[in-house]
């Protein structure tokens, strides 16, 4: 964020040559791939909740041989850590010739995809050595929400959250390293119980459905244990049947405005025998879960990136337990330049 933020201003100069293409934007697509995706979805949430025109986010590969309408009216944000993934490339080419005004979130400086974009902000998270993404994605987090709440300002919508705003991202390296101090030696406790599993189902609503899916990424990317994320309103529509005695659920439930309900379906899977690892906010009622890690208190569009952070040691510390090599891990390159 920094040089971003100046007073209750968000700057973000990068995007000036393109400001009359964002004002005639009719509808928003985020485009990449992997945890770059993830990040997306947040960005397609997030600007969603601000700006009454369709933002949707769309994994490259299926973007680019897919029939999604693109014209001059379209604004396509494409999100990279390495700036060189094949499938994003190829999808931000197919972008440009449609006549889509296209902008990077990228963290590699003069990489390919910063010199095809009509505007490029980086996320400066700096070198990025793991194959797994971790900096690089809570960089993009807080970029993409910089970006989505400079986008509603340039088309005119404003939020009277403002201030609260500025407050709370000004707020946030202080409340992540709090969350680390706090909450690490939990995680560390809580991680040797995946030790052993063959599955582990992650769940949420809303934006923690994106916590969710990249929980189950990380997880599954380091520690090789099978992981998979599902929207917790949709288990009963059958991913239920795989909850067994002592299924270990790791839900989220940080959104105040659909915590109840995500306790409610957590609730219809602990009746099955599952052993639940929650993540919640300061407010939501616990009562009868046993393994719970508490965010402090933040904006609920800014409860991602805290969450972040747990869902990483957590993954990071299953692996450990499994004596896996979590920098570089088995089939996986940090950058997929082929398709
Ligand atoms: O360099 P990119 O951000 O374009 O890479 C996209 C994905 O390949 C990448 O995020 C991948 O999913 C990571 N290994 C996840 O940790």
């Given at each position: 964020?920094?040089g ?21 934007a ?16 947040y ?6 909740s ?7 986010a ?6 680019r041989y897919?029939n ?11 999100v990279s850590q390495s ?14 010739s449609s ?24 996320t400066?998270?700096?070198l ?9 994605y809570?960089?993009?987090?807080t970029?993409?929400y ?7 300002e ?8 403002h ?10 390296d202080?409340?992540t ?46 520690s ?6 599902y929207y ?10 795989l ?10 439930a ?37 393994y ?8 609920p569009?800014?409860a ?30 940090k950058s997929?330049?082929?398709?």
């Amino acid at each position: 964020m920094r040089g971003r933020i100046e007073g209750k201003s968000i700057v973000l100069p990068e995007l000036d040559p393109i400001l009359g293409r964002i004002l005639r934007a009719d509808h928003v697509l985020w485009i990449a791939c992997g945890t770059a995706y993830h990040a997306c979805v947040y960005g397609q949430m997030v600007l969603n909740s601000l700006v009454p025109i369709n933002s949707t986010a769309i994994p490259a590969s299926e973007f680019r041989y897919g029939n999604y309408y693109v014209d001059k009216n379209t604004l396509c944000i494409f999100v990279s850590q390495s700036g060189e993934t094949a499938d994003t490339l190829a999808a931000i080419k197919r972008a440009k010739s449609s006549g889509a005004a296209t902008i990077a979130v990228a963290n590699v400086l003069g990489s390919s995809l910063t010199r095809i974009a009509d505007a490029t902000v980086y996320t400066c998270a700096g070198l990025e050595i793991a194959v797994a993404s971790t900096k690089a994605y809570t960089a993009q987090l807080t970029l993409i929400y910089l970006l989505a709440q400079k986008l509603a300002e340039i088309m005119g919508y404003s939020t009277r959250e403002h201030d609260e705003i500025i407050t709370y991202l000004n707020e946030l390296d202080r409340l992540t390293q709090e969350t680390i101090d706090i909450a690490k030696p939990v995680i560390r406790e809580y991680a040797s119980m995946l030790k052993n599993e063959h599955d582990v189902y992650f769940i949420g609503r809303q934006l923690d459905y994106v916590s969710a899916m990249e929980g189950a990424l990380k997880l599954k990317e380091i520690s090789y244990i099978h992981a998979d994320a599902y929207y917790a309103g949709e288990l009963k529509h059958g991913p239920i049947a795989l909850i067994q005695d002592q299924t270990v659920v790791i839900a989220f439930a940080t959104q105040p405005e659909v915590a109840s309900k995500t306790i409610s379906n957590i609730k219809e899977t602990v009746a099955r025998g599952a052993k639940i690892i929650l993540i919640t906010d300061q407010n939501t009622p616990a009562e009868g879960f046993t393994y719970v890690i508490r965010i402090p208190e933040i904006r609920p569009d800014l409860a991602c990136i805290i969450s972040a952070v747990i869902f990483q040691f957590l993954a990071y510390y299953a692996a450990s337990d499994r004596g896996c090599d979590i920098d570089k891990p088995r089939n996986l390159a940090k950058s997929v330049t082929v398709e």
